[in-house]
C-alpha cells in the first residue's frame, strides 16, 4: 500500500543547523501554520492550541529571553558549559523564525466544569492536541523543505514571553519551534524494532 503521508514523516527531523535563508515569504508561512493548526485533531473539537509565529527582531527577542534566563540559573556553572549552552541557543537564534505553542487554559477549564465526569482527563487531552499540532506544523514545514526542531525551555521563560509580545494570560507555554533553511542534515537514526511496538490481532 502506498502512502503519501509516510515519506513525509520520514522527512521531518530534528533539524539544528539552521538559517535565515528561506524564500517562502512571512504570509505564505503564517497561512501554513494557520490551516495546519485549523485542522489539527482535539478531543471534543475543544481546539485549545493556540500559537504565535516569531519573525526578525521578535525572534531575536525570545532568545534572548531564553538565554538571559539560561545564563541566570546557571551562573554558577564552568565557564565552558556557560558556552556550550551560549553555542547552542545562537543556534536557534540563527534561524529564520519560532513558533511558539501554547494551551489556551480557559477552554481547558470551561471543559472541565462543562463535563465534570471528564474533568481529570481533560489536561493530557489538551497535550495531546498540542502535540497533534506541532507534529503537523513540524510535518508541513518539512514538505516545504523548511528545517525544524522541538524545544522546551518552558516553565522558565513562560511569564517574560507573555509580557514580551503580549500574550493572554490564560496561553499556557507548552513548546518553542525554531525554523529555517536546512544547512545541515540530521544524522542517522536508530529505531526499536517496530514488532514489539505494534500488535496485531484478529
Known amino acids: 500500500m502506498n502512502s503519501q503521508l509516510t515519506p513525509l514523516l520520514e522527512k521531518r527531523r530534528s533539524i539544528y543547523a539552521l538559517s535565515k535563508n528561506v524564500t517562502t515569504s512571512k504570509n505564505e508561512l503564517t497561512q501554513l501554520v494557520k490551516d495546519t493548526i485549523k485542522h489539527s485533531p482535539s478531543a471534543f473539537n475543544s481546539q485549545s492550541t493556540r500559537a504565535a509565529i516569531l519573525f526578525d527582531q521578535s525572534h531575536d527577542k525570545l532568545w534572548d529571553i531564553v538565554w538571559d534566563h539560561l545564563k541566570s540559573v546557571n551562573a554558577d556553572a564552568p565557564q565552558e558549559a556557560l558556552e556550550a549552552t551560549k553555542a547552542k541557543i545562537d543556534g536557534f537564534k540563527a534561524a529564520y523564525g ?105
Do not use: C
Request: charged content about 20%.
Open 98 to 202: 519560532t513558533i511558539l505553542f501554547f494551551e489556551d487554559q480557559d477552554t481547558v477549564h470551561q471543559l472541565e466544569e462543562q463535563f465534570p465526569l471528564y474533568a481529570d482527563n481533560f489536561q493530557p487531552w489538551s497535550e495531546q492536541a498540542n502535540g497533534a499540532a506541532s507534529m503537523n506544523v513540524w510535518t508541513s514545514l518539512a514538505e516545504q523543505g523548511i528545517g525544524a526542531s522541538l524545544q522546551h525551555y518552558n516553565p522558565l521563560i513562560d511569564e517574560d514571553v507573555k509580557k514580551a509580545f503580549h500574550l493572554p494570560k490564560s496561553w499556557r507555554l507548552r513548546s518553542q519551534m525554531p525554523f529555517g533553511a536546512i544547512e545541515a542534515a540530521a544524522g542517522d537514526k536508530s529505531f526499536l524494532p517496530i514488532d514489539n511496538r505494534v500488535l496485531s490481532f484478529d
